[in-house]
């Protein structure tokens, strides 16, 4: 048995590949990166990949026949969407148009993990919440739009084809290495550099009244390799915590376990186009087809994401 992860080469990437060793899942793992990307992993084969080419997935798909096959590869920093909203349709819906062909083209059906997102949903209406799968779509950014495309494209590729392909819709997810592009972790370099005395003590901010759905990244890529396994294809599973929590929330939480004292300034920068007041997951599905249950508490994953930054400076 082999497994496959497609872009593996980011933050969630290292995470999934230690969890997939943990449980075992296939006795040979096929980790793809981009050129110029450094991976290194003890047991894992290290494969250069573009998936803007096509003949260059099937011909890996071809050489290793991989029964499990997980695509991380996307541009998911949200504000990067907004500047280069292209890039965004190329890497996120063209390239994984790339991989479902290239999957349709070989010659067994192996079993698929394709990452959407809770951004998907848009702003939703206060009966609507904890938003459920069976929720309209109504992306209110350009990640959010793209991602729902991959959806409607993989549910056909399930219907035509009778492809394996199983759908993850990821919340809000945080953890230690993350990079600074998305906000709870920059919250916590800041802090961090403060304490070191690289800069004045000022932790520049965006909107704080938005309430999101936030999950470790150690729990959630248990649940990709549990729905790898267990989930049902063409259905599509939240991956959250089950809990929405403020922006404002969590960086109280950073200055009370921060080492200093510090003013906090809205950067007008930092406030997205459109924003979406509140995002809470119902994860009620995706508990009764794996069993998953989170572990890491929101206050553990900020002290590790603190330590990370102390450390990393």
């Not at 009778?162 to 953890?175: E, V």
């Amino acid at each position: 048995m082999k497994t496959l992860v497609i872009g593996a080469g980011g933050f969630v990437g290292e995470y999934l590949l230690e969890a997939i060793q943990e449980e075992m899942l296939g006795e040979e793992i096929i980790a793809t990166m981009l050129p110029g990307e450094n991976m290194k992993h003890e047991k894992i084969h290290i494969e250069e990949l573009d998936i803007s080419n096509p003949m260059a997935i099937l011909q890996l798909l071809e050489k290793e026949k991989p029964d499990y096959i997980i695509n991380l590869a996307a541009q998911n920093s949200i504000l990067f969407t907004w500047e280069n909203p292209g890039l965004t349709v190329d890497i996120n819906i063209k390239g994984c148009i790339n991989i479902l062909d290239a999957v349709r083209q070989v010659k067994y059906q192996p079993r698929i993990l394709l990452i959407g997102s809770g951004e998907e949903y848009g702003k939703v209406q206060e009966d609507e919440l904890p938003i459920n799968e069976r929720v309209n779509l109504n992306p209110y950014n350009i990640y959010g739009a793209t991602k729902a495309c991959q959806n409607l494209m993989a549910e056909i590729y399930v219907r035509a084809y009778d492809m394996q392909i199983i759908m993850a819709r990821a919340f809000n997810y945080i953890g230690p290495g993350q990079t600074t592009l998305f906000s709870i972790s920059d919250f916590a370099k800041q802090m961090a550099e403060i304490e070191a005395g690289c800069c004045v003590p000022v932790i520049h901010v965006g909107n704080l009244d938005s309430k999101r759905d936030f999950i470790d990244v150690r729990d959630l890529v248990r649940a990709y390799v549990l729905l790898l396994q267990r989930g049902e294809s063409g259905e599509v599973y939240n991956v959250g915590s089950g809990n929405a929590v403020s922006i404002k929330e969590i960086l109280e939480l950073i200055l009370e376990k921060g080492k200093a004292s510090v003013e906090v300034k809205v950067d007008s920068d930092r406030i997205r186009p459109l924003d979406v007041p509140i995002v809470h997951a119902d994860i009620k599905k995706l508990e009764k087809a794996t069993g998953w249950k989170r572990k890491i508490s929101l206050e553990e994953s900020i002290q590790d994401m603190l330590e990370y930054w102390r450390n990393n400076i």
